[in-house]
């Protein structure tokens, strides 16, 4: 299970001067290389008292601002976000020996923000969301699919469905973003961008 890592070097000559911008680089080399998922990130947050957890969910968009994923306000991670705002994103492109962590602050979207988003879901998606009373233990598959089609005969003829109140976004407000290129014999590019002031510096991490 050992394997060697060749494809390329990551340097600091040519580097995006934000983390940002270099991150869209590498997001649209991922988009071209067609892979499964590109936008899978592992969100890894932690209780008042740190008791850490992590599961995977998608990225939804990024900006200078941070970067944007949508959940329910009732599960789990929404619970530690509130108690604990911090959070840690990874992203894992294996077939291009390629890594990211973004570290930071979280908000919520505007009710505006997570509407548009809500609406512009699959109408599936916007029922499940309703049916789903996230990270609560249920009696039986059975239990939720009646839930789904109740909504769906409370809906029938509707394409509007609205947002739940207990449904929206979050942004990670990044603070400090690593990006990750394997090398041989372990001996990785580590390049670890980190506010200064205003802007960016860049640090090179030891492998």
Same mark, same amino acid.
């Given at each position: ?6 494809? @390329? /070097?990551?340097?600091?000559?040519g #580097? +995006?001067p934000? *983390?940002?911008?270099?991150f ?11 892979l499964?998922e590109p936008?899978a990130m592992?969100?890894a ?5 740190g008791r850490?957890?992590?599961r995977?969910?998608?990225?939804k ?11 329910s306000? @009732? /599960?789990?991670?929404a619970?530690? #976000? +509130?108690?604990? *705002?911090?959070a840690a994103?990874l992203?894992y492109?294996?077939e291009l ?6 570290e930071?602050?979280?908000e919520?979207?505007?009710?505006e ?5 809500f609406?512009s879901r699959?109408?599936?998606n916007r029922l499940?969301?309703?049916?789903s009373?996230?990270s ?5 598959r ?7 089609r109740?909504l769906e005969?409370r809906?029938?003829?509707?394409e ?6 207990f449904?929206g ?9 690593e990006?990750w290129q394997g090398?041989?014999?372990r001996?990785?590019?580590r390049?670890l961008y980190?506010?200064?002031?205003g802007?960016?510096k860049?640090v090179?991490?030891q492998?």
């Open positions: 299970m050992r394997r060697e890592y060749t494809r @390329a /070097g990551l340097s600091e000559d #580097l +995006a934000d *983390p940002v911008e270099q869209g680089r590498w997001f649209e080399e991922v988009l071209v290389a067609d499964y936008n592992t969100l947050t932690a209780t008042r008292d850490p957890s992590a995977t969910v998608l990225l968009g990024f900006d200078e601002r941070g970067f944007v994923f949508y959940t306000y @009732a /599960g789990r991670k619970r530690e #976000l +509130a108690e604990n *705002p911090r994103l992203f492109w294996g020996e390629r890594q990211v962590r973004v930071g602050i979280v919520r979207l505007s009710d923000e997570s509407d548009a988003y609406a699959p109408r599936g499940g969301a309703w049916a009373e996230q609560r233990p249920i009696e039986s059975e239990a939720l699919d009646l839930r789904v109740e005969e809906y029938a003829g509707r509007e469905i609205p947002r739940p109140p449904w976004g979050y942004r990670v407000v990044h603070e400090a973003v990006f090398r041989e014999s001996l990785h590019d390049l980190m506010r200064d002031g802007g960016w860049v090179r991490l492998p």
